[in-house]
């Protein structure tokens, strides 16, 4: 296929043997101390918490288990500045009452987060408020802190890297599930709220008491399945001209993460693989919109044997930013400015593109 024909029937597979990446819109971030820890959960997504006078970690936490709420990735991304350990807080499982939604961890979110060397501590809720919206739903969920903090002080002590100490989460995770189904129980009878079918959570945590390749397995084919729904749709929000494809990357050890490009071109054997985020606005899309698209471009980045089917490429990942009809990037000024300049600095420096409207 040449000038720009477009690739509509085959999928993306590819390999990372390591991460390389230079990240310079990370936030500065702020100091807690362990004792604080409840504070600190409360008012940042990611932050710096400092456990005694020689430790300290980078710690982020997840608001669902599921990576398209509450921009998880950039609450990630914030963190990788940091030189010590970087430590997310996921549940494994967040249900919000029957009016809300129910999601539960997959296995795809523990391996990216040990491809990128995040450590993670699978938690549970154990408290929360009742919506005054919603008959049957709840709102500001709040961890088990004693059970988080129990987990941050063996991580201390762990000298192993953030996979191995991934997997022993995991093995965990059945006990872990049925924490929290019984959590769940106990705020259900004390705010009179009904949650989803219990019978459908407890056959997802007896999937899991099976042991992590069972969990593996189970959670693979949900992620596959979700790669392929989202691939087939796109978003009314979403201005795009290429096609949307799957993207199956293998690791060094063989394991398998599912994503999607919004957006693939094929020029000869240059392959542009693209994350588009947009904003109806005449402004540069969110913050938390663009830094989860940097996380995409640390993975598209590190990419080697790329292949679309059978056909061997080189890739271009691009982050896509579209915008309201009116917008002109002649015309940015001020902390738009700075955050676009330091956007350019990023993609020079960590060798992917930026798109805007098409420019």
């Known amino acids: ?99 809300g939604d129910r999601d539960f ?60 100490w991934n997997l022993s989460q995991i093995d965990d995770i059945a006990e872990i599930g049925r924490t929290a189904l019984q959590s769940y129980d106990k705020i259900s009878k004390r705010l009179s709220i009904e949650f989803h079918d219990k019978k459908s959570a407890e056959n997802r945590i007896n999937e899991l008491k099976k042991g992590k390749e069972a969990f593996m397995a189970l959670s693979r084919t949900l992620a596959e399945k979700a790669q392929k729904r989202e691939s087939a749709t796109i978003q009314p929000k979403e201005k795009l001209d290429g096609t949307k494809t799957t993207i199956t990357i293998r690791n060094y050890l063989g394991g398998n993460y599912y994503f999607t490009s919004d957006e693939i071109q094929l020029w000869d054997d240059k392959l542009s693989i693209i994350d588009a985020k947009h904003t109806k606005e005449n402004k540069l899309p969110s913050l938390g919109d663009i830094k989860d698209g940097l996380l995409k471009m640390i993975l598209f980045t590190n990419l080697e ?47 992917f593109r930026i798109v805007i409207n098409d420019n």
Request: glycine share 4%.
């Open 305 to 351: 044997d790329v292949k679309l089917g059978d056909k061997k490429v080189k890739p271009i990942p691009v982050l896509k930013l579209t915008t309201g009809n009116k917008f002109n990037i002649k015309n940015i000024k001020g902390s738009e400015k700075r955050l676009f300049n330091l956007l350019n600095r990023e993609s020079e420096a960590n060798k």
């Open 105 to 164: 961890l997959q296995w795809d979110t523990i391996s990216l987060m040990s491809l990128l060397g995040v450590y993670v501590i699978v938690g549970y809720y154990k408290d929360a408020i009742k919506s005054t919206q919603y008959e049957n739903k709840i709102t500001e969920q709040r961890f088990n802190i004693p059970y988080i903090k129990n987990q941050i002080n063996k991580l201390l002590s762990y000298q192993s890297d953030a996979l191995h």
């Open 1 to 99: 296929m040449k000038n720009g024909v477009k690739n509509k029937m085959k999928g993306i597979t590819a390999k990372i043997k390591g991460i390389k990446y230079m990240p310079l819109l990370c936030r500065e971030l702020h100091h807690f101390s362990f004792e604080d820890l409840d504070k600190a959960l409360e008012k940042d997504a990611t932050f710096i918490l400092e456990i005694d006078k020689k430790n300290r970690i980078a710690l982020s936490w997840w608001v669902s288990a599921k990576r398209t709420r509450s921009y998880p990735y950039a609450r990630i991304y914030d963190s990788l500045s940091f030189t010590g350990k970087k430590v997310t807080i996921i549940p494994v499982i967040k249900d919000e009452g029957q009016e």
